[in-house]
Nanobody, 123 residues
Framework: VKLMESGGGSVQAGGSLRLSCEGS????????LAWFRQVPGKGREGVAA???????NYHWSVKGRFTIAADKAKNTLYLQMNSLKPEDTAMYYC??????????????????WGQGTPVTVSS
């Protein structure tokens, strides 16, 4: 199961980025797909998750600014990030959970992970 992120970069506060995560067809039969982020010295933080039932779950700090979506036809997961803040700076990872719904934002439930794409937001 391979997942590969892209779309990270540097942007000023208030700007937008769209992250993508491509996987094999098998990768995109999980119950849940999610985005996590991590800064040096801290654990991974769940940002957003989307279920096979199209349910979504967002971290309170990104609600109303980030949107997660999965396109099964393209085997791609997206994270649209608007109104970015310096505190959104992190390495962003996509992950897949093959066990069950509902979709958690805790990393221990996810079995497959991408290599990450960096996001830097300057003030």
């Amino acid at each position: 199961v391979k997942l590969m992120e892209s779309g990270g970069g540097s942007v000023q506060a208030g700007g937008s980025l769209r992250l993508s995560c491509e996987g094999s067809a098998y990768s995109f039969n999980p119950y849940c797909l999610a985005w996590f982020r991590q800064v040096p010295g801290k654990g991974r933080e769940g940002v957003a998750a989307v279920g096979s039932d199209r349910s979504t779950n967002y971290h309170w700090s990104v609600k109303g600014r980030f949107t997660i979506a999965a396109d099964k036809a393209k085997n791609t997961l997206y994270l649209q990030m608007n109104s970015l803040k310096p505190e959104d700076t992190a390495m962003y990872y996509c992950a897949a959970d093959f066990d069950s719904l509902p979709c958690s934002l805790a990393d221990r439930w996810y079995e497959s992970w991408g290599q990450g794409t960096p996001v830097t937001v300057s003030s």
